[in-house]
């Protein structure tokens, strides 16, 4: 399976610890980004990265989480001191370009915080 | 404020029937469509796109259709299958000016399909 392989596939954490997301897109797409589902709504766009380089991030909270997509490895999103209110499906995409380009989306990772 | 808007929470259609799935958006900047097909516990699948250059697109028992100057966009499914069965969202990009890959997403539309 070539598609979009994000880890792992569920992740339960307790108040205050980290949680890291790691995605690795289609062989040879170098854009990932990263949503977020809340229950009963749609996707919410929260980052765009290019290899080593955050492109929009525009839909991240600016504290507590940050994302990057190094030259080698899979893309992470972090999630420090994690909250309730974080609990949710992450989903990771990726697209061979920017523009006008079907974005291909992994599983995601369902995030509980307990 | 949504930008993207499926007003029809659910719809359940007969085996072999059409099923309409409709999304409106706000935005007159938005210039790329696209709807996915989301099962549960699983990611969403790309469908179809449109330009907004363009007024229909076609790919096999699937066509969407975007009007303009009503900003409002339909995917028709035809003939609907069981296996169609699942959440279908729209989404929108913003364009140019913004990030492509920044998609404005609906809440999702539940269809249905009896055999």
């Known amino acids: 399976n070539a598609g979009v392989m994000q880890n792992p596939r569920h992740l339960v954490r307790r108040r205050g610890q980290e949680a890291r997301l790691r995605c690795s897109p289609v062989?040879?797409?170098?854009?990932v980004y990263w949503y977020r589902q809340l229950p009963e709504e749609g996707l919410k766009f929260m980052v765009y990265?290019?290899?080593?380089?955050?492109?929009?991030e525009s839909g991240m909270p600016k504290e507590r989480f940050s994302a990057e997509f190094p030259k080698e490895g899979p893309s992470i999103l972090r999630i420090q001191q994690v909250v309730r209110g974080d609990s949710a499906a992450y989903f990771c995409?990726?697209?061979?370009?920017?523009?006008?380009?079907?974005?291909?989306f992994g599983n995601g990772t369902r995030l509980t915080v307990t | 404020d949504q930008q993207v808007k499926q007003n029809s929470p659910s719809l359940s259609v007969q085996e072999g029937r059409i099923s309409i799935l409709n999304c409106d958006y706000t935005n007159s900047m938005f210039d790329y469509f696209l709807w996915y097909k989301k099962y549960p516990a699983e990611g969403p699948t790309f469908l179809i796109s449109i330009s907004s250059i363009k007024d229909k697109n076609e790919d096999g028992r699937f066509t969407v259709f975007l009007n303009k100057s009503a900003k409002h966009l339909s995917l028709h499914i035809v003939p609907s299958q069981p296996g169609d069965s699942a959440v279908y969202f729209c989404?929108?990009?913003?364009?140019?000016?913004?990030?492509?890959?920044?998609?404005?997403f609906g809440k999702g539309t539940k269809l249905s399909v009896k055999p």
């Open positions: 995409a990726s697209s061979d370009r920017p523009i006008n380009s079907p974005l291909h």
């Open positions: 062989k040879g797409h170098s854009h």
């Open positions: 989404a929108a990009s913003p364009g140019y000016g913004g990030s492509q890959g920044n998609l404005i």
């Open positions: 990265l290019q290899k080593e380089n955050i492109i929009d």
